[in-house]
């Protein structure tokens, strides 16, 4: 059960391994100018393989209830799609589990790997875990680790990730397909929340450490991206750097071919990739080469 591209080589992984009885995905959505019904990575992925589809309006509906528990299954894998009401997940013989990404139970919640880099960590991962009714918080089955670097983005880390969880998801399976699965619980009293994350929720909070502001910018790349207001319009930053110089907070020099902006502690960033409202995505050279406006400001006071 799984919608994102995230969760393809995990289907992949486990049918070459194991045989799936079926996938379950959401439902076709409208997407694009045309408002085309696009279906899911998973889907797509899952078609390619000659596999059944379920694509269900609601989890809690009978008729879905009655397609899951007709094709008995061993286990039912979890992997970024929606929760999943006890009604579905207990019918699985030797157990349902997700597939978390984080270290849990570090990050719970919707947005594991966007939290994980925000928050400045080193290291990352993937936990598999049984499934209960409260999201996230089964008993832990096995964990996969990756290295943070200081200039990964969360489209990285994504990338870095679901490699690591298909290996998961295969070695997950055999431990319960085999009995030898130990499960251990989480220590709830170390958990920390990570929730969606939104576009309006994205702009630039100057008043954090210039190292801080880094994080968050790559914490939020390639989506749903960091921005601030400038000229009344909406600037995407995609990519910046430390820089030692001081600068009131929130106040932007260009000087020397550096677009900089200070932060709360005395330091300031370098903007290094930026978006303009209906232009393409590029770096601050190009930018600057083309740019003919003030050349001192400040971004707070937008």
Not at 284 to 297: A, N, P, Q, T, W
Request: hydrophobic letters at 40%; one cysteine or more; proline letters at 7%.
């Amino acid at each position: 059960m799984g919608t994102p591209e995230f969760a393809v080589p995990s289907l992949q992984a486990i049918h070459e391994k194991f045989g799936v009885s079926a996938v379950v995905t959401v439902p076709d959505k409208p997407q694009g100018r045309g408002m085309k019904l696009t279906p899911s990575a998973v889907k797509i992925a899952a078609l390619e393989l000659g596999l059944p589809v379920l694509q269900p309006q609601s989890l809690k509906s009978e008729q879905f209830r009655s397609e899951i528990e007709a094709l008995k299954p061993d286990i039912i894998v979890v992997i970024a799609f929606r929760i999943l009401p006890s009604s579905i997940y207990t019918l699985a013989s030797l157990g349902a589990f997700n597939i978390h990404g984080s270290l849990l139970p570090k990050f719970r919640g919707a947005a594991p790997i966007n939290w994980a880099i925000i928050n400045g960590e080193k290291e990352s991962g993937v936990t598999s875990f049984l499934l209960n009714d409260k999201v996230d918080t089964g008993k832990i089955l096995r964990k996969r680790t990756c290295e943070i670097s200081e200039t990964m983005t969360a489209g990285e880390l994504y990338a870095e990730l679901m490699p690591l969880a298909a290996e998961l998801a295969v070695k997950t399976s055999a431990l319960l397909s085999e009995g030898n699965a130990v499960p251990i619980p989480q220590d709830d009293s170390i958990a920390t929340p990570a929730p969606k994350l939104f576009r309006e929720n994205c702009s630039i909070d100057w008043t954090k450490a210039a190292h801080d502001v880094k994080n968050f910018v790559r914490g939020v790349n390639p989506a749903p991206v960091s921005w601030v207001m400038w000229d009344d319009k909406r600037l995407k930053i995609y990519t910046v750097g430390v820089y030692d110089a001081a600068l009131p907070i929130g106040e932007w020099e260009i000087s020397d071919g550096k677009f900089i902006v200070g932060c709360g502690d005395g330091k300031s960033v370098t903007l290094l990739e930026i978006q303009q409202e209906g232009k393409p995505k590029m770096s601050i050279d190009v930018f600057l080469r083309g740019y003919r406006g003030d050349l001192k400001g400040n971004f707070s006071l937008n």
